[in-house]
């Protein structure tokens, strides 16, 4: 009968572990929607193609050498694949059936291919309109197959950093990635926006800021609805676990935290565009949306439902100043992904000793430190190393064209435009 169970339980736990993974992937969509909709439309095909791209490079490159160097085992997943019913059992059976890892391994690596997806996800973004597809591509590469699973052994792979220190030791703590995947991906785009450079026109020669608007914001929200119901995946997944009363239970807390703080997080940039501009700005509510759920990602599962609004409000305020600040520095983001991933990231990171006991501050901002440093300082000697070989940036007549024609020789509107 106990055989019977665990058998039930495992099932029900990869099944739910499968669906998560899917809710997102399906992420994907949404940050293909939201990033086109916010660019030019004669940049739409080339960051459709970029963004369809690099989830399948991230999971090419996860599968061969990620999720080993990430949490051991070898390249291409062997072994894993492998299931005996007899040894799981035995394995359980050792712990007590306590209901530790009752999932298949495949299963988990499923659900951690689309969170290195999501990571390279919000590099395309920031990087929007003049960088060149195949650098961009080759960059996907060295992020999903090292960068990023390096940083990840660190955090919950549970490996000392370099040998020297264990975050977990350190009193650092992230659910389900505010800091390993959120600040991870803008630290990576921070690094290549900074050897990039700003968009032309974008700034003028007085120093002032010039508005780009972005050709479709109806895709642009659809978009966000699609990570919004993502996220759930993403938030709720991370629990690991289902087939039990105190783990389903707290699988609905994550669920109603993670919308609480996304919901509150869209009227708190919505006030705050409000009383800086005098209008209702629909990208910065967009993006207060996204800063409530990166905000409540690092910890969903331990605030109370008021508590999760009140992050998720104050983190919608926080990125319309951050969007603004970047602005004045001259870090050209199209769509605002490093101060939401990154800013509202950090941010999210700092919030979790508030009502996780188990973590410490200075514990969330050494591992901050750590994935920034790792992630910046590689990521911009990939670029730098792109830069003086193939080149990162298009030329300034292609920019002008727009990059659909110059990258991928085709438009995505061409009833409605002149042919080049």
């Known amino acids: 009968m106990e055989n019977q169970i665990f058998e039930l339980q495992y099932a029900i736990d990869t099944f739910y572990f499968l669906v998560c993974g899917a809710l997102v992937m399906w992420m994907a969509a949404g940050f293909s929607l939201l990033e086109s909709g916010l660019v030019r439309s004669k940049n739409t095909v080339e960051i459709l193609t970029k963004n369809i791209a690099l989830y399948a490079v991230a999971c090419i490159m996860y599968l061969a050498t990620g999720y080993a160097l990430m949490y051991g085992g070898g390249f291409f997943l062997q072994g894993i694949e492998a299931f005996d019913l007899g040894s799981v059992l035995a394995d359980s059976a050792e712990n007590g059936f306590d209901g530790a890892s009752v999932y298949s391994p495949a299963s988990d690596f499923f659900f951690q291919v689309v969170f290195v997806a999501t990571a390279m996800s919000i590099v395309s973004g920031a990087v929007a309109e003049r960088m060149k597809l195949w650098a961009f591509l080759v960059f996907a590469m060295a992020l999903t197959g090292f960068i990023y699973p390096m940083e990840g052994s660190w955090t919950w792979g549970g490996k000392e950093v370099f040998g020297m220190f264990n975050l977990g030791d350190l009193g650092f703590s992230d659910f389900a990635g505010s800091g390993i995947v959120h600040l991870a991906g803008a630290s990576a785009a921070l690094a290549g926006v900074l050897l990039l450079g700003a968009r032309k026109g974008k700034y003028g020669k007085d120093g002032s800021t010039i508005a780009i608007p972005g050709a479709n914001l109806p895709l642009a929200t ?80 331990t605030p109370t439902a008021l508590q999760a609004s009140l992050f998720g409000l104050i983190a919608g305020v926080i990125v319309v100043f951050s969007i603004i600040g970047l602005d004045r520095l001259k870090i050209d983001d199209p769509v605002g992904a490093i101060s939401v991933h990154g800013v509202i990231g950090l941010f999210g990171l700092l919030l979790v000793p508030v009502t996780n006991t188990g973590s410490s501050f200075s514990g969330q901002l050494i591992g901050a430190a750590t994935i920034f440093g790792w992630v910046f300082l590689t990521s911009l000697v990939v670029w730098s190393v792109l830069k003086m070989t193939m080149g990162i940036r298009v030329s300034e007549e292609e920019e002008y064209e727009g990059l659909d024609i110059g990258e991928c020789g085709m438009e995505a509107y061409p009833e409605f435009t002149s042919s080049t």
């Open 222 to 301: 659809l978009g966000t609805f699609i990570l919004w119901m993502g996220w759930f995946g993403f938030n709720g997944g991370s629990v690991l676990k289902l087939a039990d009363a105190a783990n389903a239970h707290s699988v609905a807390m994550v669920f109603l935290n993670t919308n609480a703080a996304a919901a509150a997080g869209l009227v708190g940039a919505l006030l705050t565009a409000r009383a800086l501009f005098g209008k209702a700005d629909l990208t910065m509510a967009l993006n207060g949306a996204l800063a409530g759920l990166v905000a409540i990602t690092a910890e969903p599962s």
